[in-house]
């Protein structure tokens, strides 16, 4: 797949499939009773990939409904509608 022998994404995939079963894989790292700040979303996002694009990913997630933000980007969570079991 798109994962090293630690778990880490290796490369965002050019196959919207592709890039959609890395979305669903780094929203599962993510508390689903958890609201967050756009900086424990980074940090997140930092642990679970190599190729250093934590804004490209949280945007990604975030335009596929996985992460919901509030309108000022100060807190986020799992979209509950759209986590990987109903998608």
Not at 35 to 56: G, K, M, P, Q
């Amino acid at each position: 797949m798109f994962l090293d022998s630690q778990g880490k994404v290796l490369r965002w995939p050019k196959k919207k499939a592709d890039q959609l079963m890395v979305l669903q894989y780094l929203q599962s790292k993510f508390d689903k009773n958890k609201r967050y700040t756009e900086r424990e979303v980074n940090d997140i996002i930092l642990c679970w990939h190599s190729f250093n694009d934590y804004a490209l990913l949280r945007r990604e997630l975030y335009d596929h409904y996985l992460l919901n933000r509030t309108p000022d980007g100060k807190a986020y969570w799992v979209d509950e509608a759209h986590t990987s079991e109903t998608i």
